[in-house]
């Protein structure tokens, strides 16, 4: 992970999940974004991701979460010297205070699925904010194949109402179905992200590695969609 403020302690101590960072470098391989460019982080967390894409890019990045509070990741990219390109704000991804058009790319990390799910969510609150052929990218935990029920194996770490979220290449790949040049895929960083997220000391990420052994490879999965945005009609 080349990003130099993102240090190994720094990484651990702010991770809330698989190793946002790994994702989304996979999530943008052989992508370019121009210095300048205005980029969305939808569900940002603390910010992981935001300090990659503006390290790694030179872009201005608008960190939206609903669950961190603004101040507190401000404090953060203070911290690194890099509030001038990180834009915080605490906002709900149903009402995202933005102008239309205003967006030359939006990625999205574990989270899409919280918020996503219905087919009419991209085209209505997503689409107007993006220029035309934004970068449009995204990664969620999903499933390997479609699941009606828990396995009973998996009852102490899954409710019912989780399959709801986490679901399959093919049903993101239709939600998402309007970017152009458009391609899904199962993440080949899967097993990486999880390792790096469950070594450290994180209460949750201890609570994760029964789930994952047990889980054994079988049914968990991290989905990602990248396009570009379509022509808007408004």
């Not at 574990?110 to 995204?138: C, M, Q, S, W």
């Not at 969620?140 to 194996?153: A, R």
């Amino acid at each position: 992970m080349k990003c130099h403020s993102l240090s190994p302690a720094f990484l651990a101590e702010n991770m809330m999940g698989p190793n946002s960072v790994r994702i989304l470098e996979e999530l943008l391989d052989g992508c370019t974004l121009r210095p300048g460019m205005r980029v969305l982080d939808l569900g940002c967390g603390r910010g992981l991701t935001s300090v990659w894409l503006a390290e790694q890019f030179d872009v201005q990045v608008f960190a939206v979460d609903l669950w961190i509070p603004a101040t507190e990741n401000y404090r953060r990219f203070c911290q690194l010297g890099l509030d001038g390109r990180i834009v915080p704000l605490h906002a709900d991804a149903n009402a995202l205070p933005f102008a239309e058009g205003y967006f030359d790319a939006m990625v999205s990390v574990d989270a899409y699925h919280y918020f996503g799910l219905e087919a009419d969510f991209f085209p209505r609150v997503i689409r107007p904010l993006l220029k035309e052929n934004a970068l449009t990218a995204i990664a969620v935990p999903g499933m390997k194949q479609p699941m009606q029920d828990v396995p009973p194996e998996m009852t102490p770490y899954w409710r019912p109402e989780d399959l709801a979220c986490w679901q399959t290449v093919d049903f993101w790949d239709g939600r998402l179905g309007s970017l152009t040049e458009r391609k899904s895929w199962e993440m080949a960083c899967f097993d990486t992200a999880w390792t790096e997220w469950m070594a450290t000391d994180n209460p949750y990420a201890v609570s994760d590695r029964p789930m994952m052994a047990t889980d054994g490879g079988r049914y968990m999965n991290l989905v990602a969609v990248r396009g570009k945005a379509a022509p808007y009609s408004g």
